[in-house]
């Protein structure tokens, strides 16, 4: 069962993934997901991608998984050239499709622009990406103006309870056990 909503335009896109090369001669497309089980991007439709500055409803027609790729057909896409105009789209949906997550849990996009502070008070900078490493996630956080290490950015560990001591999504803020000179 998908987690339909009705197809206009998100209120609050997040991108989950992207359109790859085309595959084959009758429309079929890669796609990369970026949502913890692959599989699981099928789950939230519509999906919207923005083309010349506007939103655009894509409706599949099927999907399947080939060998190690995810593949899909979109409605009305019936050959490569249609498909290759998808190439490199990114897969958009809104985040309030997104289920819940339990306490301690965060979605990457609500880290964002959070102000990064040590324990000692210390304002590192504010979360402008995340980074997956495999062992764990990291926050790519850009240094303030005025940092008195002139680092322009610092890759911090999300590692909760080690690293992380305090994450306040009211008032923007994650506590970090870090030393501002690293």
């Known amino acids: 069962m998908s987690k ?6 998100p209120a609050e896109p997040i991108v989950l ?11 079929w497309l890669r796609v990369f997901s970026s949502t913890e089980d692959a599989e699981s991007i099928f789950e939230y439709q519509p ?18 998984r080939h060998t190690q790729d995810l593949i899909i057909k979109v409605k009305g896409v019936d050959d490569r050239d249609a498909a290759n105009l998808l190439t490199n789209c ?5 985040s309030k499709q997104l289920p819940p997550l339990e306490e301690g849990d965060y979605y990457w996009k609500d880290l964002f622009g959070c102000q990064v502070v040590t ?58 056990d870090w030393d501002p000179g690293f």
């Open 4 to 9: 339909q909503l009705n197809p206009v335009t």
């Open 90 to 94: 990114e897969i958009i949906v809104d």
């Open 119 to 176: 324990t000692s008070g210390y304002e590192l900078g504010k979360v402008i990406d995340m980074m997956e490493t495999g062992s764990n996630d990291v926050m790519v956080v850009k240094a303030n103006l005025k940092d008195a290490f002139g680092i322009k950015e610092r890759l911090i560990p999300f590692l909760d309870g080690q690293v992380i001591k305090k994450v306040d999504l009211t008032t923007q803020s994650i506590e970090v």
């Open 47 to 64: 999906w919207f991608i923005q083309r010349g500055g506007q939103w655009q409803v894509i409706e599949l027609e099927g999907w399947k």
């Open 17 to 27: 993934g992207k359109m790859g090369s085309t595959y084959g001669i009758r429309g």
